[in-house]
């Protein structure tokens, strides 16, 4: 296959990849409001935990590098608490 086409394909999978994360962080309101129903904070650090984890253990599984996805949900994880406080009012996003 010629590299423009990889590239090509790489490119979609790129756009695929910011949506869901765009659907991710939208999400970050409910799980506010959720949080904010039982008195919660917006850090859980056991729940972070969690999806850490787990994201670890099925990208083993799928035979990428655990680790790296690791880091990549700390991004996300990371992401979802600065929009929560930044929708709480403490934040610094716009």
Request: glycine share 4%.
């Amino acid at each position: 296959m010629p590299l423009k086409e990889v590239r090509a394909k790489i490119e979609k999978i790129d756009a695929q990849i910011l949506k869901l994360i765009e659907q991710r962080t939208e999400l970050a309101k409910d799980v506010l409001d959720a949080k904010r129903a039982i008195a919660m904070p917006i850090n859980d650090v056991e729940q972070n935990k969690m999806v850490l984890d787990r994201a670890a253990n099925s990208a083993t599984e799928m035979g990428l590098d655990g680790e790296s996805v690791k880091r990549i949900f700390e991004i996300l994880i990371k992401m979802n608490i600065e929009r929560q406080h930044e929708m709480s009012g403490e934040g610094n996003l716009p």
